[in-house]
């Protein structure tokens, strides 16, 4: 594996999210004295570095985006909650005798949990555990992540003075990798074959969400009003998700007036919400910034590329390095190459930008290279192009991959313009974090798309698989009808996603 070449580097990304002191113009980003001040009182969580926490205002640009008053009251809230109902607690214990006897004890306690289960790649991760912590919020639970190995290292603990990890020791544990949709005691399948209803008197202690891209329309029921208030019954939901479902809880009228007053700015859910669950570990963190210092922060403007490629039948290399070139050329991103002259040696002029292309594959940062290397631009400016890494296949279930993926999305997170794939979790993380609505490159079908990119509407992620019924008439809709800032998605047409209204 190559580590932090012009060509190559060991990579990893985590955002910087903290919770809120102050006054309602201070961004989330920004606040780290009040964690600081609370963890030497922790009782759960071991005594940890967190770099990241304070350093990252140094590299990150400061948000012009600012929560809302009434979201920084829940955030506060809820840490009091996960501090109460938190691993280890009496409460947490409490429950626990109440999940494993199978049955609701209405004197064991009033926590509530929910329980995430990982599915798929490091951005479906990052995006399904941002939507599951806002159902907590919504709902009154904890949110806790059942960790497995791929994932070890990778954030600080979020909250002050409690962590989000599930124990080892919890029942079945070792059992909630093989959850699937096959699952008996999954919410889907007891009403498929109606073991319970509305109207069932006795209700488990725990059950199984499957909300991942393939589930059924059963599953999605998760998603209506009535169905919600039998789960609020349920004190401990295990929910398995690679996808960003957060949109759909826009639908729902038992949250609408809630998730008005917490996200006035529909546009900052994930900006928020990301950047103050994720912070890079100690060991990621030194990774970003040596990187960033190496080749990133002598340049006066950074360009990042996000290049995903989905199948190489239908994505050719040469059209969709096409395709870069003439988003580039369109957009004035980058300065044309006087290809009738060369470039006899280096330049030890300052670097005007610099492009930061992430991919599985290394062509694309050949070819940039290769046009930028080679000859002077037009205009006179210096452009150096860096590539961290290049392995060719996801290998989402590899901790070190999952380094690289975190290192990445948070380098490209700090660029000045941004340039992401349709489709891709990694671009929609990477331009949440930002804070930016980023060019798309539209997905390539039989030719090279005209335009060839265009600017997001919205910077938030797009939800891919969303229900497609109406949970009173049952029918089939559009959801987008429902509420004016759930519109599709830019990049694909049957997904949702949250849009201002003015946009």
Same mark, same amino acid.
């Given at each position: ?138 709902? %009154?639970?904890?949110?806790? $992540? ?22 080892? %020791? ?25 073991? $319970? ?18 589930? %059924? ?70 990774? $970003? ?31 969709? +390095? ?24 280096? *330049? ?75 489709? *891709? ?33 919205? +910077? ?44």
């Amino acid at each position: 594996m190559k580590t932090f070449s012009k060509a190559g580097a060991y990579c990893l990304i985590v955002f910087s999210v903290v919770v809120i002191f102050n006054c309602q113009d201070t961004t989330l980003d920004l606040i780290t004295a009040r964690f600081a001040a609370t963890k030497s009182s922790a009782i759960d969580i071991e005594e940890e570095s967190c770099l990241s926490r304070n350093q990252s205002v140094l590299y990150r640009k400061s948000s012009p985006h600012k929560p809302s008053s009434y979201l920084v009251s829940k955030l506060r809230s809820y840490e009091e909650l996960h501090k109460r109902c938190g691993p280890r607690t009496n409460s947490y214990k409490r429950s626990l005798k109440q999940l494993k006897s199978g049955q609701i004890d209405h004197d064991s306690g009033d926590c509530k949990y929910v329980v995430w289960v990982a599915d798929c790649g490091l951005g479906n991760r990052i995006l399904s555990i941002t939507s599951a912590f806002l159902y907590a919020l919504l709902t %009154d639970r904890v949110l806790l $992540i059942n960790q497995e190995q791929e994932m070890v290292d990778l954030f600080c603990e979020p909250f002050p003075t409690s962590s989000w990890i599930l124990p080892q %020791d919890f029942p079945f544990k070792n059992k909630m990798s093989g959850f699937n949709q096959k699952v008996g005691h999954s919410y889907g399948n007891l009403l498929k074959s109606n073991t $319970i209803n509305y109207s069932t008197p006795m209700l488990p202690s725990y059950l199984y969400l499957y909300l991942s891209h393939d589930c %059924d329309h059963d599953d999605q029921l998760f998603f209506c009003d009535q169905d919600q208030a039998l789960l609020s019954k349920v004190p401990w939901l295990i929910m398995r998700s690679n996808v960003y479902f957060l949109p759909s809880m826009f639908l729902m009228s038992s949250f609408d007036q809630e998730l008005d007053k917490l996200f006035p700015d529909k546009e900052t859910v994930f900006h928020h919400l990301g950047r103050y669950l994720f912070h890079p570990s100690d060991r990621v963190w030194g990774l $970003i910034t040596k990187y960033y210092q190496d080749y990133l922060a002598k340049a006066e403007k950074r360009i990042g590329i996000q290049i995903r490629i989905f199948s190489a039948k239908t994505s050719p290399f040469g059209s969709v +390095m096409d395709q870069i070139l003439s988003c580039i050329q369109k957009e004035k991103l980058l300065p044309e190459v006087d290809t009738e002259k060369s470039i006899a040696s280096p *330049s030890k002029n300052q670097t005007s930008k610099v492009v930061l292309v992430t991919s599985l594959f290394q062509g694309y940062f050949e070819k940039l290279n290769k046009m930028y290397g080679e000859h002077p631009t037009k205009t006179g400016e210096v452009v150096a192009v860096y590539q961290p890494s290049h392995e060719r296949k996801q290998q989402s279930w590899e901790n070190s991959h999952n380094v690289q993926a975190w290192v990445e999305i948070y380098l490209l997170s700090l660029s000045d313009e941004l340039v992401t794939s349709a489709w *891709s979790t990694f671009g929609y993380v990477a331009q949440g974090l930002r804070g930016m609505r980023p060019l798309i490159l539209y997905k390539i079908g039989r030719a090279i798309p005209d335009p060839p990119c265009g600017r997001g509407v919205s +910077m938030e992620p797009c939800y891919h698989a969303p229900p497609i019924f109406d949970c009173k008439t049952k029918k089939t809709v559009d959801t987008t009808t429902f509420v004016p800032h759930v519109k599709h998605c830019e990049d694909i047409r049957w997904g949702i996603k949250l849009f201002n209204t003015s946009s």
